[in-house]
Every structure is written in C-alpha cells, then in structure tokens.
C-alpha cells in the first residue's frame, strides 16, 4: 500500500510516493524545544496569587469567603512569595485586566437606522487577526500548521483512488491558493454563531461568535485544549418589538445588526485579505497570508437556487447562487421606484436589503462557505416500547422512553435514530402498518445517508455511495410523503431536507464533514453558560491560557531535570510514541484465582460450561501444537478439577486499524455478570484461518499453563444456518444470523 501527495502548483511543493505505514502529512514532534514564557502568570505578581484567584472564582466563593481565604493565606505565605491582595476587589479587577490583556477584546458600538431613529447595540470583539497570529506564533501549535493544499491518494492494490478529509486536502483550499501569486498561503477561518441562550445567565448578554483556524488538523481543531474553538465575539441580542416583530423590516433591521456586528470582527481581515500579510513563522521563514472563511447559515437554500415550493424535491439538482450574482440581484433591487418593487425582486432570490458583511473580504464567497450540518438533520419515529429493554451499547444515550422529551440536545436524537428500526420494526409491520413500515425504510435509509455523511475520511468510493444513498433514501421518502398526505398536514418543504443535497458537493470541496459541523461549537454552550453563572466576566475565560502556560513551563523545567541527571536519555521524550508498539489486545478487571471446580460449580446451570475443564484441555494441546511452543512434559494437556489456574476478566481492550480512516483505534469489550447493573457479554468477529465467525464473549479467562499464560475466551458462535432472506430483512437491510445450540460453545485464543 502506498500513498501519493501532491501539493498546489502555487506551493512550490513537488510529488512524492511513500509505504502506507511510512505516511506521514506533517512532522508532529510532542514537544517543543522552544523555552516556554518564564513567567506565564503574569499579570498577576506570582504564580501563587494567579492559583488562589483562580481557586476562588472556581470555588464561586462570595466576598466574605474570598477575604478570608486572602488573610488565610497571608498569614501562610512562603518567603519566596507573598500576596498582595487587600480584599476580594483586587481579585476580580485583576481578573477584569487580565481577560482584556490576554484576550483582546474590544469594546464597540454598532448604530443602525430603523424607522428613522438610531438604536445602538453593545459588541464585544477580539482582533481575529492578532488571535491567528497566537496560534501561528505557539511553539506547540505551529508543527501541526499545514499551509499548502495537499491532494493524496491511497493504493488499493489496483490503482490510486483520491480521498479527502481535512480542509487542505480538498478543493476550496485548492482553488484558493491557486489564485494566490506565488509564495502565498492561505490562512482559513471557521466562524460559527448560535443562538444559544447566554442572557440568562448574570448581565451577561450576546450570543457567542466561536472561531477555529482550518490549518490546524481536525483532532486539534475540534478539541477543547489549546488550538481548538475560541470565542471571537458576541452578537448583539435585539429585543422583539411586539408591534412591529411580523414586519419584513424589522426582520431586516435585526439581519442589519448582525451584520454591521459581522463587519466589526471582520475588520482586521478585510484590508488583510486584498494585500495579504507578512509573518515570519516559527521556522524562521517568512510567508504572505491570504484568508478564507466558512460560517453556518440558513436561508430557503443558501446555496443553491432551488425555488422555495421545490424545496421537499431531492431528486432534482438547481443552479448554485454567487456572491456576485447576489449584489447584482440587489443593485437591481435598488434601482426600483418603490420598495414594494424592491421588495418582490429580493423575495425572488431569497436576499434581504442589506449588503453581507463578508463581501470585503477577498476570495469570499459565502454561499460556497455555507455547509450542511450532520448535528441539526436528524429525523426519527418515536416509539416507547422496546427501548427500555433495548441491549446497552457503548457511546449511544439510551432512553427508557422517546415520545415525551423536552431537550435540544441533537446528539440524542442521533442515537434514538440509530436504534429506532430495531426497537419497532416486529410492531410496525408491512401488513399491520404499510405506512409506518414505509417510514421504516426511508429511516433506514437516511441511517446510510448518515453514515455515509459522518465519515472521517472520504474516497471517490465513499463520495459515490454517499450520493447514491441520498438518490435511494430520496425517492423513498418521496413516496411516503405521498401516501401520508391524506394523514398529515406535516409541511416537507423546508430548507433542512433539501440540504442533503449539497452533502458530498460539501465534501469534495471541504472535505470530512467533521470541519465543518457544529458539534465542536455545541460542546462550549455548557462551559460558556457555567462561566457566565459562576465568574461574572463574560467576555472570556482567561485563565485558561494562563493555565496552559504554567503547565508547559512546569513540564519544561521537569524535563530539563531529568535530562541532567540522565544525559544520555536527553532526548527520548521528543521521539514521536509508535502506537504499533502497542499491545494487540490487554484483558482486565481481573478476578480471583479459580480452580475449574469452582468455575464449574458458578456456572452449572449454563449448559455452555459443561465438561469445561475436558474442553479446554483437548483445545490447549491442539492450540499449542498449532502455534508450535512445547507441550507440558511433552504430554497432551492434562489440566485437573482442583488446579487453580484460571483467572476470570471482565474487560477487554482491542487496538486495531480502522477501516474508515486507516488509523488505530482502540475498541472496549464487556465481559461482565453485571455491568452498570445489567448483565453485559458483547459480541466479537473471529478471523479464523478460513473463515470469519460473529459469536457472544461468554468467558474471559488467563490460563496458565506450564510455564506459560494465556488469553483464551469463551465465544458462542452466532453462525447457524437462517433459511431464506425475509424481505422485510431485505427491505431494512437487516443481516440476520443465529445461535448454534449453546453447549456447541468454543474457545478461541484472544
């Protein structure tokens, strides 16, 4: 297996082919050889008064409390250091001049005309150019930059198939630097802006602008430490005026804010993105950055000029709209006499009477910009019965009941979804309930469709499939919304379904949908709300990067302890860990040592157990001369009732290479009586020698056996004959199998 990557024409950069195993897109050294701030705590005069003011806000003590944990600590501070707070007022001013310091944020006002009159509106914002120049300038970040666009493709063993996953691998950042002159980078923004509701909190008011620098990969990007999502800004909140909410003015006046909120945080990147800016990276080279953006929004489509009654037909592709299409349909909008005239020509393309925020800046296109988001397209049949006996599976909520929940959260939705066609498909039957069976099938589908959809890395093969399951899952649902008619007023003309549409469209030239959705900006409503409730700033959380900071010099100057007392393991910590130096397999939560008595005994009512100890011995010697190591004594193994060689594992962690994205990931495997109080024996696939076999983990063990130990399991295989394939199997695309009798129960060798 090999891999192919080739570079823009733009980035000077020149083919090259490499061993799959030996593929590597950036060098990700773990640490820095860079010497960290010596005093990251600063403004505050130590780091002892940084931990306690952080300790107190933490801890959401009241004044009184604070006072008395600052005399508390006065009367105990060290010679080395002493603290110069008076009272609780120090703390939080200190706190106020450190998130303006370390954050950025400016204090704005945004005016705009409504009805004759001038409202103003409070926007906080960070310099978006000065916060990339943080992260460009951050000794741990920087190695993990990427600047010019990579096209790779993968060896199948017949020929190289493209495939995309990252930002930088797919067509937008392709054509971006392409336009480039020569030596230029492009630097891309993701900006994201929800209404989540902070004003509830405090006198906190805004909703958040979150943004994160596509140059940096998917793992860092999306996290939660450093290099991940960052708040930038906060909208303006407008209050609804009863008297004139239902007025397409006042929506436009609302739209105006935002977008004069939008041309404020843009500013530092506007003139930026025309001339370009001169920044010497880290390596010591100096580069031009060119920026592009991304941002969510929704607007009949967004993208493309579907008709708005055409809304419900997925099968049926439109135009895509143009940012200089747009302000021409507004140029001519404005040339009209009246506003009703004006008016009827927007309506036509969905636009309002005002000018996008992002149209200063260069190489924008913002209907391009906009993606679909796997977080807010999710559809499901509610059903109660079943799901509270539903089996448990690990990273997926699971509800005692669906019909009746009051939350917002998409992620359960998600996982409701995924286990609706099990839990209704023997009640919602072809004969008893053909609509509610078509519904079925078009539920199955569209579980393809996000499947598909939610891929880490995407190939020309995985694009193709992808777009084939939005043609079957479309004409599906076509069909039950015809037959349903006569049954439901539901209105299926809505933007969220034709959206699917432009999935794989967004794929190709974003690449992995993981770039672009919302669930890493969802994951920072909780923190941000807790913040507001408990710290009183709400512009941000400055400690954070204080925080980081003390850790990197504490780990720095404990690095540099080690090395000078062992000189010659200097550098083992900046070697990159080899995860296939890692164990295959480890078993654990381990058991008391049992004899085979014992075990007989527990389990004499489990037909699977009998002649336990008889079994095992005939697999041992068979197993042993297979794998050629020596028999005990040179005999057949011959293990007795009362040898206590068997210790019972309840857990089993498995790191293998994923199919999806060709990386290790490591699975967790349940063995156990009671797991989380339920029974719990996940099921495994056994490579055989000529064959794969699907069977229940019954019993985990470690045997030892002579001088040896072994991982061995107790696997009931689910390999029976089934018969012919139902259709409704065929319909739900269900792979059915079947128990062997239980007592036909095998050992396998872990």
């Known amino acids: ?241 009863r008297d004139h909410a239902s007025k397409p003015s006042w929506l436009n006046f609302k739209n105006a804010v935002w977008h004069e909120s939008f041309v404020k945080i843009l500013s530092s990147l506007a003139s930026k993105s025309h001339t370009g800016q001169w920044f010497e990276c880290l390596d010591n080279e100096q580069c031009i950055m060119s920026l592009i953006r991304g941002i969510k929004c929704l607007w009949p489509c967004p993208v493309c000029l579907v008709p708005h009654d055409e809304l419900m037909n997925t099968l049926k592709c439109y135009p895509y709209q143009m940012s200089a299409q747009s302000q021409e349909v507004l140029q001519a909008a404005w040339s009209k006499q009246t506003a009703e005239e004006k008016e009827e020509k927007l309506k036509e393309y969905g636009l309002r009477d005002l000018i996008n925020a992002f149209a200063a800046v260069m190489y924008t296109d913002v209907h391009d910009a906009l993606s679909w988001d796997q977080l807010h397209f999710n559809g499901v049949a509610q059903v109660d019965k079943n799901y509270e006996a539903f089996p448990r599976w690990r990273n997926l909520k699971h509800l005692a009941q669906v019909m009746s929940i009051s939350f917002a959260d998409g992620s359960v939705y998600e996982d409701i979804s995924k286990m609706v066609i099990h839990a209704t498909h023997a009640i919602l039957t072809k004969d008893e309930c053909p609509l509610g069976y078509l519904l079925l099938r078009c539920i199955r589908l569209f579980l393809e469709l996000d499947m598909y959809a939610a891929l880490q890395v995407h190939t020309t093969e995985t694009i193709s499939a992808g777009r084939h399951a939005i043609q079957a899952f479309s004409t599906y649902l076509q069909q039950y919304i015809d037959k349903s008619a006569n049954e439901s007023d539901k209105n299926w003309n809505f933007p969220k379904l034709h959206m699917s549409l432009h999935i794989f469209n967004n794929v190709e030239a974003k690449g992995a949908t993981r770039n672009y959705n919302t669930k890493p900006n969802e994951k920072m409503h909780g923190p941000l709300k807790d913040s507001y409730l408990l710290r009183t700033n709400f512009r941000d959380v400055a400690p954070q990067s204080i925080r980081h900071h003390i850790s990197d010099l504490d780990e720095y100057e404990s690095r540099d302890s080690e090395d000078s007392e062992d000189p010659d393991n200097a550098d083992n910590d900046l070697v990159p860990s080899n995860d296939t130096d890692l164990p295959h397999v480890k078993l654990g939560s381990r058991q008391v040592e049992e004899s085979f008595e014992s075990i007989e005994d527990a389990h004499k009512e489990d037909i699977a157990f009998t002649n336990f100890r008889t079994k095992l011995n005939e697999f041992l010697t068979n197993f042993l001369l297979a794998i050629q190591l020596p028999l005990p004594g040179g005999n057949r193994v011959q293990l007795r009732a009362s040898d206590k060689v068997i210790t019972e594992c309840r857990f089993f962690k498995v790191n293998y290479k994923s199919m999806v994205d060709w990386r290790q990931h490591t699975d967790y495997l349940q063995c156990s009586p009671k797991f989380y109080s339920r029974p719990c024996f996940n099921c495994v696939f056994i490579q055989t020698t000529d064959k794969v076999i699907f069977g229940r983990l019954l019993f985990l063990f470690e045997c030892v056996v002579g001088d040896i130990t072994l991982s061995l399991a107790l696997v009931h295989p689910f390999d029976a004959p089934t018969g012919v394939q139902l259709q409704n199997d065929k319909h739900l695309n269900f792979y059915r199998i079947r128990a062997r009798p239980r007592a036909q129960a095998e050992f396998f060798s872990v």
């Open 1 to 241: 297996m090999a891999k192919s990557t080739l570079c823009g024409f733009h980035s000077g950069c020149n083919c090259r082919s490499s061993r799959f195993d030996d593929f590597k897109r950036h060098p990700t050294p773990s640490t820095s050889s860079t010497p960290p701030d010596k005093q990251p705590w600063a403004p505050f005069k130590s780091q002892l008064e940084f931990e306690i003011a952080e300790l107190a806000l933490e801890a959401c003590l009241n004044n009184e409390q604070t006072d008395r944990l600052i005399k508390f600590c006065n009367r105990c501070a060290s010679r080395q250091e002493k603290i110069t707070f008076q009272n609780h007022k120090d703390i939080r001013n200190m706190w106020d001049a450190v998130s303006h310091r370390v954050t950025g944020f400016t204090q704005d006002v945004i005016s705009v005309s409504y009805n004759d009159t001038i409202q103003q509106f409070d926007l906080y914002y960070r310099d978006l150019w000065e916060w990339a120049a943080n992260l460009l300038r951050d000794p741990r970040l920087f190695p993990h930059m990427v600047f010019d666009v990579q096209c790779l493709s993968k060896f199948n063993g017949e020929t190289f198939i493209h495939f995309v996953d990252e930002p930088f691998t797919a067509n937008t950042f392709w054509n971006v630097q392409s336009q480039l002159p020569p030596g230029g980078k492009p630097l891309a923004f993701i900006l994201y802006a929800d209404k989540t509701r902070l004003s509830l909190f405090g006198t906190a008011r805004g909703y958040p602008v979150i943004a994160r620098l596509a140059n940096l990969p998917t793992d860092i990007r999306n996290g939660q430490g450093v290099g991940g999502s960052y708040v930038v800004g906060w909208l303006p909140i407008v209050k609804e005026d």
